[in-house]
């Protein structure tokens, strides 16, 4: 029997919420080609996949999930069409103001990480607003890689770190993974337990590359407007089922 993803409120009994991942991941791709396979614009894609999102982070806080970092717009993206980049920017700004309200009620903290001094400075006011309203909310943390490149963040890191060493704030030998994951975007979010890939391509695609070492990945064909509450039960059921060692015997 099929369930109907919408039916999907409570945690389904085969998953032990002691074993839950803590920290999600998703790169969604598949946005273009679920449109194209439609006879639909692009832009239509990302509307669908704005639609799924939503569901996805609502599912992770009805499901006890702490924390949800979704793969919106890299560093290379910039190489698109300009009419579909130019969308993505109002899309962005346009869905930050109409559901602010409803993470406000929903008690999401909202936060957004990468290079977002290059983004419309129309959208960085919206994303400003949107991080300082829901800065105390607890329920959930939602994190939106927007401009984002992970080698890029680690470049940053370095940096960030190299300016201490050179004012004598920080000698080198106090350098270690703790320090290191201080001056990355992510700083104060839990670890990464799982990463999720929509539409089947099977690389990372320069995202959250420190943050992966020892991440479980979960691979599927579904594209990413298609990846709905029956899905996501898929890719947990997958976690479970496995054994997480970190290196060890």
């Not at 001094?117 to 607890?138: C, G, V």
């Not at 190299?162 to 350098?175: C, F, K, M, Y």
């Not at 509450?229 to 947990?236: K, N």
Request: hydrophobic share 40%; aromatic share 8%; with cysteine.
């Amino acid at each position: 029997m099929t369930v109907n993803p919408t039916l999907l409120r409570e945690l389904p009994a085969d998953l032990k919420r002691e074993r839950l991942p803590r920290h999600v991941a998703v790169i969604m791709d598949g946005n273009g080609r679920w449109a194209k396979q439609r006879g639909l614009p692009r832009i239509m894609g990302h509307r669908r996949g704005v639609d799924a999102l939503k569901d996805i982070l609502r599912c992770c806080k009805d499901w006890g999930i702490q924390a949800l970092t979704a793969y919106a717009f890299s560093t290379e993206n910039w190489g698109r069409p300009a009419e579909e980049v130019d969308f993505l920017m109002t899309l962005f700004e346009r869905v930050l103001r109409q559901e602010l309200r409803e993470m406000m009620e929903e008690d999401v903290q909202i936060r957004f990480v990468g290079n977002l001094h290059a983004l419309p400075r129309s959208l960085q006011k919206e994303i400003e607003y949107s991080m300082e309203q829901t800065r105390q909310n607890r329920s959930i943390q939602f994190t939106i890689a927007t401009n984002y490149g992970g080698r890029q963040e680690i470049i940053q890191a370095c940096r960030s770190i190299a300016t201490q060493v050179q004012q004598g704030l920080l000698q080198p030998d106090e350098i270690d993974e703790a320090l290191f994951e201080h001056h990355l975007y992510t700083a104060g979010i839990s670890e990464l337990d799982l990463m999720i890939r929509t539409s089947g391509e099977m690389r990372i695609s320069n995202f959250l590359l420190w943050q992966v070492a020892y991440a479980e990945l979960y691979v599927t064909d579904t594209l990413w407007p298609d990846f709905n509450r029956a899905e996501f039960h898929q890719a947990l059921s997958s976690y479970q089922q496995r054994e997480r060692r970190f290196g060890k015997v």
